[in-house]
């Protein structure tokens, strides 16, 4: 809490914040949904008359503004998308309460930029301070963070008052930009073996590149922390089996954004994300922007009900995702409503001479390989032909292939699909690992 006493003697409210956060994990879920109507009513009508742009879309697609303080279904509402978070914030003026400008890291191809209101950060942080806390991440335990980091250079006064804070919230990281050699894994590993962390927090890819690095190095890893955050990327089968014997007691899966900071958490049930609710209202929708049934699949779209400086309302995060129980609690006793999984990226697609293949269609064909397959990537360079990157835990052969191969081939009947066996993927710029390369242009 040492960072929350600091932002309330600044004058952040951030210890109010913290304590209101803390407080609506033991509400009860009938409270928790009245304050999600709420914030959303509310974050609605500001955004409507505050920013022009956004009224225009809401009236473009329902064909009148809804009256002021009249109440708004989210289905009503159009979806937000990049497309239109791009063309507002390239017309919006810095709005007064405005803290900072952020942008996305651009892999979905269309980078976007937006304004974050001081209130905004506390939450976002105070937020994701409580789901860590989860997995015993949260500020005040030791954690070591494997992040790609970001090298552009700090003013001395910056990176001194960044150290500073860290060693107060008693947190390390570990810069794995990009590339992540053995070399780096094992400075890494004997990081570990030095802090002796309570919890590691970090790309899903790169914890479980340490995790095999550990496998196949007995007794190079000395001190196995008790528990992992894994953020920024799902797991593929097998994922969380090979961290949990080789590298942390237990794995706790987060759903984040750059947007949005953090989204959803698992609990110790492992039963689903957790919604931030008190923060942010998220749904799955289908192609039409209305909600989808329990279990089914759709589009992931977050309203972010603490930004006043911009109009994320139903704004399309890129994922697709598993709408949770609507009404079965989480055995755990948390209020907070759940999604069953999120399932990757709308813009990860193989494209074919007769349309495009979601490159979500290779992780359900995968799992069904998880006894050997370890990690997979498609790279494309043509509409007729692909080549899947294979990590294995042994050499292959075209009679092991042959499963695969039928399972891929009833949707890409036509193409030419090469494997190659390899140690590591290929990471984008940001350290994550892309599902989908392709060099193909967007249609």
């Known amino acids: ?20 956060v803390a407080a609506n994990e033991r509400l009860s879920r009938d409270a928790l949904r009245r304050l999600t109507e709420r914030e959303f009513q509310e974050h609605v009508h500001r955004s409507l008359e505050r920013f022009p742009f956004y009224a225009q879309c809401v009236k473009a697609h329902r064909g009148s503004l809804p009256a002021p303080g009249k109440i708004v279904r989210p289905e009503e509402l159009p979806v937000w998308t990049r497309h239109d978070q791009r063309e507002f914030f390239a017309q919006q003026e810095r709005p007064q309460d405005s803290l900072y400008a952020h942008q996305t890291s651009g892999s979905t191809s269309l980078p976007v930029r937006f304004h974050v209101t001081r209130e905004s950060y506390e939450w976002r942080t105070a937020v994701m301070d409580r789901s860590y806390s989860w997995g015993g991440a949260e500020e005040g335990r030791k954690s070591l963070h494997v992040w790609a980091a970001d090298h552009d250079r700090a003013p001395l006064s910056e990176a001194v008052k960044r150290y500073v804070h860290l060693v107060l919230q008693r947190r390390a990281y570990f810069d794995a930009f990009k590339e992540f050699s053995d070399a780096e894994r094992l400075t ?5 073996n030095h802090l002796k962390p309570h919890a590691l927090v970090g790309y899903t890819s790169m914890l479980v590149d340490l995790a095999r690095y550990v496998r196949d190095h007995p007794g190079v890893l000395l001190w196995k922390p008790r528990a992992m955050v894994s953020a920024a990327e799902g797991l593929q089968p097998g994922h969380r089996e090979l961290l949990q014997e080789h590298l942390v007691g237990e794995v706790y899966m987060s759903y984040g954004s750059r947007e949005f900071m953090s989204v959803g958490m698992e609990c110790y049930r492992h ?24 279990g089914e699949e759709g589009r992931i779209v977050i309203t972010d009900m603490h930004n006043a400086a911009n109009p994320f309302v139903r704004y399309e995060i890129g994922d697709i995702g598993t709408a ?14 759940r999604l069953a999984s999120v399932d990757g990226r709308l813009q990860d697609v193989i494209r074919t001479s007769t349309g495009v293949v979601s490159g979500l269609y290779l992780t359900y064909t995968m799992r069904q390989f998880d006894d050997w397959i370890e990690g997979y990537q498609v790279v494309q360079d043509s509409p007729d032909r692909m080549l899947v990157r294979l990590v294995t835990r042994t050499d292959f052969t075209p009679e092991r292939l042959a499963p695969v191969t039928a399972l891929l081939r009833e949707k890409f009947i036509d ?4 494997y190659e066996r390899v140690h590591e993927l290929a990471r984008r710029r940001s350290g994550k690992v892309a599902l989908v390369i392709s060099s193909l242009p967007d249609e």
Request: charged fraction near 20%.
């Open 188 to 192: 890494c590993i004997e990081l570990i």
């Open 324 to 337: 949770g129980p609507a009404d079965a609690p989480c055995p755990c006793g948390r209020p907070f409503p």
């Open 415 to 418: 193409m030419r699909i090469d």
């Open 1 to 20: 809490m040492i960072s929350a006493l600091y932002g309330e003697l600044r004058g952040y409210h951030r210890l109010a914040i913290h304590r209101w």
């Open 271 to 294: 039963e689903g994300y957790h919604v931030a609710s008190d923060n942010l209202l998220v749904e799955v929708v289908d192609d039409n922007g209305q909600p989808v049934a329990e």
